[in-house]
């Protein structure tokens, strides 16, 4: 089995796990998002330089394209290879049994059902990404009685789409769209908006009754961003790219719950949702009572949504409030074990260099010796987590007020561009002295960024944004990975410091480690020298 970051096929290995881990009997099969193209189209690049020849183009032609089998029986053949991977694995599930749920539809579901919020909660449950099914951005209602309702009227098609315009806009400076969007985000607080820039973005997408609207087709808008961007510098390109999102998803959120009145608790999914300064801004509005963001909130959460609004479905047909029976995403890790019995086996493959490798009963405080001695450390322990984010189980760490610990993460670990902010881990005992978040939204999942508070500036100078000075925290809690929260408690017990800084457990461009085995290879390409597993402690010499 081989790992791909972000590979868009049919996620055998994730289908394997799952089945692997699953008890009991198998009660129903879904997939999320009716049209998927070919893994092969996503591969492929020049599908982004779409200008207005392509629109009129393709205005004749959708007709008659749409019609030929490609689209016709794409669905039908998705079925089918997801039938045959279960087959494989000894499950006969035929393709006519499996459910489809629609793109927008599953990410609402995974923001509405996968929150905090308690039943009898009316929730405003917003969605918004480069497109799905046709559609960039949906708003519903989440009743008191556990069902999502659609507002059908304020659907924004994939013509209006904000991320649509983002992620055009990150292929015109080089990077990957649908992954390096961050990059863009991260540059942004260096520089300061082009004014023609933004008020031609301006021009281009706004916000009327509710939804997002456009000059001209955001799909088919690369002519008209080459044009707006042409010699103008990197930096002022993100800065104002990003301004113009941030006040766009703002003003959106503000005329719904001003102008038509919908509950102030908010609840959001899509790929317009990982920007976390983005979600900062939303959730300084006034009108915000509280906001639950799906961690992971990209496509790869779609999966979950569709399971929960099958299971949301089936509940509501047999009078069970479904915010009582599923289960909010408190954890993440649902992933497989470290599984240390891979180590041995690992270390042999490598064939050269001396390791040293022992048991510790008290490994929290290992970790914190080793941290306090100025080493950084690579931590592959429990269940994996799920999604983009490492919270700590496939982690590497590092003391947070060590500033060279920047240069020796960014070159001689992740191998990754010098200006890209690391992030922080720090206890939930200790969010209101580090960091400012007024209405005390629950912050576990790396999603919400916030400004610093004084104490944070000193104990968390490495893992925070160096030019403005905010925070992507992730709040680790006791009940939800207690040895993880015991080494922060051990940490602060040690130094006074309420957090540590906390990176992905990968090589730049790669997937985070799953395992062992993963993780002694990382190991071994990188400059790391100090790696847990579980209870056991590999050195590299």
């Given at each position: ?156 098609t994939r013509n209006e789409s904000p991320g649509e315009i983002y ?166 890790y649902l992933g497989p074990e470290a599984d240390p019995t891979k ?133 680790v809690e006791k009940d939800v990975n207690q040895s993880y929260w ?56």
């Open positions: 089995m081989v790992d791909r970051k972000n590979e868009p096929g049919m996620p055998r290995n994730a289908i394997r796990c799952i089945i692997n881990q699953m008890e009991g009997e198998l009660d129903a099969v879904t997939l999320a998002t009716r049209f998927i193209h070919q893994p092969e189209w996503y591969r492929v690049q020049s599908h982004w330089e779409k200008g207005r020849r392509d629109y009129l183009i393709n205005k004749f032609t959708w007709p008659i394209r749409r019609r030929t089998p490609y689209f016709v029986h794409r669905l039908r053949d998705r079925k089918r290879l997801l039938s045959g991977i279960l087959a494989e694995l000894g499950i006969q599930w035929s393709p006519e049994k499996i459910k489809v749920v629609e793109h927008h539809t599953a990410h609402a579901a995974s923001a509405f059902y996968g929150s905090h919020y308690k039943p009898g909660e009316e929730v405003t449950v917003v969605t918004s990404d480069g497109s799905g099914d046709g559609i960039s951005s949906t708003v519903s209602y989440g009743t008191p009685e556990g069902e999502l309702f659609r507002d059908s009227t304020k659907n924004s992620s055009l806009s990150t292929y015109y400076l080089g990077f990957k769209p649908w992954e390096h969007e961050y990059k863009l985000m991260g540059m942004a607080p260096y520089s300061t908006p082009d004014e023609e820039i933004l008020a031609e973005l301006k021009k281009l997408l706004w916000v009327k009754d509710g939804k997002f609207v456009s000059s001209q087709s955001a799909d088919f808008a690369y002519d008209t961003l080459k044009q707006m961007y042409y010699k103008k510098q990197f930096h002022r390109i993100c800065a104002s790219l990003q301004l113009w999102f941030e006040e766009l998803m703002s003003s959106w959120i503000t005329e719904l719950l001003d102008r038509y009145k919908m509950p102030g608790k908010i609840a959001c999914a899509g790929g317009s949702f990982l920007n976390v300064k983005s979600n900062m801004r939303l959730v300084n509005q006034p009108q915000v009572e509280d906001i639950f963001i799906t961690p992971s909130a990209g496509d790869e959460s779609t999966s979950i949504g569709a399971a929960m609004k099958i299971y949301a479905d089936w509940c509501i047909l047999h009078d069970i409030h479904p915010m009582k029976a599923i289960e909010s995403l408190d954890s993440l180590i041995e086996p690992a270390l042999k493959a490598q064939g050269t260099g001396d390791w040293e490798v022992w048991r510790e009963d008290n490994v929290e405080q290992m970790i914190v010796e080793l941290l306090t001695e100025g080493h950084i450390v690579a931590r592959c322990s429990g269940r994996m987590e799920f999604g983009a984010r490492a919270l700590g189980n496939r982690s590497i760490i590092a003391d947070a007020t060590n500033l060279d610990n920047i240069e020796q993460l960014n070159h001689r670990i992740k191998h990754r561009d010098f200006w890209m902010p690391f992030t922080p881990s720090i206890m939930r005992e200790e969010r209101t002295r580090l960091i400012y978040n007024p209405k005390d939204v629950r912050a576990p999942y790396m999603v919400l960024a916030f400004p610093s508070l004084p104490d944070a500036r000193v104990e968390l100078k490495a893992a925070m944004h160096t030019y403005d000075k905010t925070v992507r925290p992730q709040q015991e080494t922060l408690r051990l940490w602060h017990r040690a130094t006074g410091n309420g957090g540590f800084l906390n990176t992905s457990f990968n090589l730049h461009g790669s997937p985070i480690v799953r395992d062992s085995a993963g993780a002694v290879d990382t190991m071994k390409k990188s400059g790391l020298e100090y790696l847990v597993v579980d209870n056991h402690v590999i050195h590299k010499t």
